[in-house]
């Protein structure tokens, strides 16, 4: 579990496919800290660390499914990623609850700086019956991009804008995103329920 609120933008050391999986090497500042199967979030993305060599780097490893549904495919070496560890439960929840399981891809459609300020649209598409069952942004909700708990302004039917003030900006890899970049999205966990539960 996650609460949205990116502990660092890390680089990217290298990326070896294997059988159909790949293995991404990570360097960031609490390497030292991270245990074998402790869970970090990339991009959104919870995986495992399965190596530690000792250099101020670890390994992880995304599987196929986790390819073909977020942008962990793209990276490259030199890629920079956000990563979260997974929230303490005696801790303040300063985003939102986060499962670390993204639903789908979006892609920048536009970016508006707007008073030191900068407005990103983004575009996805769900089928419709996933949208009934809460996969959609609803104005003022919360919605996590890249790994980055935001709100959500301007909903629409398949897109929705969010602002980022200077701070998330430079310590995110928001300053990366520019329009056609395809990022990490997830949609909140309360409003999938409660689709959920009007089915019944």
Do not use: W
């Not at 560890?85 to 700086?113: F, K, P, W, Y």
Request: proline share 2%; charged share 25%.
């Amino acid at each position: 579990m996650f609460s949205g609120i990116v502990e660092e933008a890390a680089e990217v050391i290298d990326v070896v496919s294997r059988n159909g999986n790949v293995d991404l090497r990570v360097k960031c500042s609490f390497t030292d800290e991270l245990k074998i199967d402790q869970s970090v979030a990339h991009n959104g993305v919870c995986l495992t660390v399965v190596a530690l060599p000792g250099d101020g780097t670890y390994t992880v490893t995304a599987i196929r499914e986790t390819l073909d549904r977020s942008n962990l495919g793209f990276l490259t070496k030199g890629s920079r990623v956000n990563l979260e560890r997974s929230m303490l439960m005696n801790g303040r929840l300063d985003g939102h609850i986060v499962q670390g399981h993204v639903d789908c891809t979006a892609v920048c459609e536009d970016i508006e700086e707007v008073e030191g300020s900068r407005y990103y649209r983004f575009a996805y598409n769900v089928d419709p019956s996933m949208a009934s069952k809460g996969y959609v942004t609803v104005e003022k909700g919360s919605v996590t991009v890249n790994g980055v708990s935001l709100t959500v302004c301007d909903s629409e039917r398949y897109s929705f804008r969010v602002a980022i003030i200077p701070y998330t900006f430079e310590h995110t890899n928001f300053k990366d995103i520019v329009p056609g970049t395809r990022v990490n999205i997830e949609f909140d966990i309360i409003g999938k329920y409660l689709a959920r539960l009007q089915e019944f």
